[in-house]
């Protein structure tokens, strides 16, 4: 559905598990395309597919906490979207 509705093109990885699914993504200066994701521990399958992403610097956080209150990854964070000063 996101990409029928968007004007921008999306590469797709598909997880064998649904909350290891749940990512942060962040374009840093300096650092490129980061990834924070679900610990080998906690989703080993899921993280061999996300290991594929060559270009990205992959950083597992452990959601083992979260879980157990139906939390996860993004529900612990603040996104804020900068703009760039011309």
Same mark, same amino acid.
């Given at each position: 559905?996101?990409? *029928?509705?968007?004007?921008?093109?999306?590469?797709?990885?598909?997880?064998?598990?649904?909350?290891?699914?749940? @990512?942060?993504?962040?374009?840093?200066?300096?650092?490129? %395309?980061?990834?924070? +994701? @679900?610990?080998?521990?906690?989703?080993?399958?899921?993280?061999?597919?996300?290991?594929?992403? *060559?270009? +990205?610097?992959?950083?597992?956080?452990?959601?083992?906490?979260?879980?157990?209150?139906?939390? %996860?990854?993004?529900? @612990?964070?603040?996104?804020?979207? *900068?703009? %760039?000063?011309?």
């Amino acid at each position: 559905v996101m990409q *029928k509705m968007s004007v921008h093109h999306y590469d797709t990885l598909t997880v064998p598990n649904d909350v290891a699914a749940n @990512c942060i993504y962040m374009d840093l200066p300096e650092k490129g %395309a980061v990834l924070l +994701h @679900c610990t080998p521990q906690e989703f080993p399958e899921s993280t061999k597919v996300l290991e594929k992403l *060559k270009d +990205h610097m992959l950083i597992p956080v452990s959601n083992m906490e979260k879980v157990k209150v139906n939390g %996860a990854l993004t529900c @612990c964070s603040v996104l804020i979207n *900068k703009k %760039a000063q011309v």
